[in-house]
């Protein structure tokens, strides 16, 4: 590294964002820039570890153990550093199709397993990454580049959101014609309607980079559903390739007393919509409102936190998010040594902002609801829930067992489950009769991604269940990787 004794020099300064009293008021982006040479002081801190856990991409107790794309960190750190942006641009496109949307949705597994972290705050990785391609795209770096030669192979990908991108971006870049069919009106998949607008411009920065590989030669058709709108033998009739890519889109259900009641909805319909809302700049008949109302999110993770900041936006009444695993530790605990990822406990943006409105972090923990209740116009007005301990079966499996009176009931005209995914919807994989796994997820081998139907293969979410955005990127590239072998023999993608 340039600056070898840096991270002893220098602390930690993570990039400032708009205050949350302000940023609840829009649907703009939170993010701040931090001045160039802030962030040449902050790569500095990179300390030239010898073994870069960083980039590794393990999987470590079921959980990403640095960059599951392997982003060349301790490269691209110095070179910024050293004020060479142009050839940082060059090193991180080497691993990284998109590194505008991961730098700012992943939750960087690579600060997770910095050396540095050990034993000091790790370096800021996630925020260099963002800054690179940001001033890529402010100097002009950035610009079409169509492959020079057509191999005349054609290709259809099944689904839009970053394994269908990252893999219509490889195969591309290898000459063969790429389609992308994309049921949505607009193409992104969960990049698009998955995450809101105030973590990741659609306008701006998706579509920013949706006319970059549209302006390379990829087509993209919406509005379009494989084996609704256009039967999915057509594909194989007409391809000389297919590669599924259709996320894990299937909703965990929380089937207790009452789930019939209006006013109970899955979190992608309520963040769809309002996504959609706010593109169209209008509601449309999918757009489900928090305004005024007592609102509860079932579910802690990122998709909870965003119906959290959603919520706000809307005007709701009341807030509240309810968890049913334990809060975690302030700091690492022995059972999670680096280079785990670090389970602690932190605010996200939308827990930040419900503080701000409301006066605390709105995540109840250890609690499970039991029960609906509705008026009597069929709508739900309150849920009851109650504390749980996490117990052994008599298999040894940890469950929650209900702590006897510990019982409450909580006002709620709106509830939006946010629980997690099961897998892939199923239809279009019934009309093909594709093989799957124990899990209802679509079967092939990682680093092959070939199915049981010869010339298709499947890449994300689909094929491995809920993930990461990096490991969709992984997988689409890892799939062109192979489609592009089939096709050729033999193949230069990485």
């Not at 809060?327 to 902002?353: F, T």
């Not at 052994?392 to 209900?402: E, L, R, T, V, Y």
């Not at 679509?442 to 499947?458: C, D, M, R």
């Amino acid at each position: 590294m340039g600056k070898p004794t840096g991270f002893i020099e220098y602390l930690r300064e993570a990039p400032t964002e708009r205050e949350p009293g302000d940023r609840i008021r829009d649907w703009n982006e939170f993010h701040n820039p931090m001045p160039e040479e802030r962030l040449r002081t902050q790569a500095a801190r990179c300390m030239d570890c010898g073994i870069p856990f960083c980039h590794t991409g393990m999987l470590v107790s079921g959980m990403a153990s640095g960059c599951p794309i392997n982003n060349l960190i301790p490269e691209w750190n110095d070179l910024v550093y050293r004020g060479l942006w142009r050839e940082a641009l060059d090193r991180l496109h080497k691993t990284n199709n998109f590194p505008e949307f991961t730098g700012r949705v992943c939750p960087a597994p690579c600060e997770g397993s910095c050396v540095l972290g050990i034993n000091n705050p790790p370096v800021t990785i996630k925020n260099i990454e963002y800054s690179i391609i940001e001033k890529g795209w402010e100097e002009g770096w950035i610009t079409p580049k169509p492959p020079a030669h057509r191999t005349g192979k054609k290709v259809a990908i099944v689904g839009s959101g970053p394994a269908g991108l990252a893999a219509a971006d490889q195969l591309n870049r290898a000459g063969h014609w790429v389609t992308v069919f994309e049921r949505a009106d607009r193409p992104g998949g969960l990049l698009m309607y998955g995450i809101p607008n105030m973590k990741l411009d659609k306008e701006k920065i998706v579509r920013r980079r949706l006319d970059l590989l549209e302006a390379e030669g990829i087509e993209f058709i919406c509005n379009t559903e494989i084996g609704k709108d256009l039967p999915a033998e057509a594909l194989l009739k007409d391809y000389d390739a297919v590669l599924l890519c259709t996320g894990a889109t299937k909703p965990r259900d929380l089937p207790i007393e009452g789930r019939n009641l209006n006013g109970i909805h899955f979190a992608m319909e309520f963040l769809t919509g309002n996504t959609r809302a706010v593109l169209d700049k209008q509601p449309g008949k999918d757009y489900i409102s928090a305004a005024g109302k007592d609102v509860v999110i079932i579910g802690g993770g990122d998709t909870g936190t965003d119906c959290v900041g959603t919520s706000i936006r809307h005007g709701c009444k009341s807030l509240v998010q309810l968890e049913i695993m334990p809060k975690p530790p302030q700091e690492r605990a022995a059972n999670n040594p680096w280079p785990e990822w670090p389970k602690v406990y932190k605010m996200d943006y939308g827990q930040e902002e419900a503080a701000a409105m409301f006066g605390a972090d709105p995540r109840t923990y250890l609690t499970t609801t039991t029960k609906f209740e509705g008026d009597e116009n069929g709508n739900v007005k309150a849920i009851h829930i109650t504390q749980v301990e996490w117990t052994k079966n008599d298999n040894g499996q940890f469950i929650p067992q209900p702590i006897p009176g510990t019982e409450k009931v909580l006002p709620a005209q709106l509830v939006l489950l946010a629980m997690g995914f099961l897998g892939p919807e199923q239809p279009l994989l019934d009309s093909l009769g594709i093989e799957r796994d124990s899990r209802s997820n679509i079967k092939a081998a990682h680093g092959q991604f070939t199915t049981s139907i010869p010339g298709v293969f499947a890449a994300g979410d689909c094929r491995r269940g809920q993930s990461l955005i990096v490991w969709a990127i992984n997988e689409g590239r890892g799939a062109a990787r192979e489609c592009d072998r089939y096709l050729m023999g033999s193949t230069d993608l990485p």
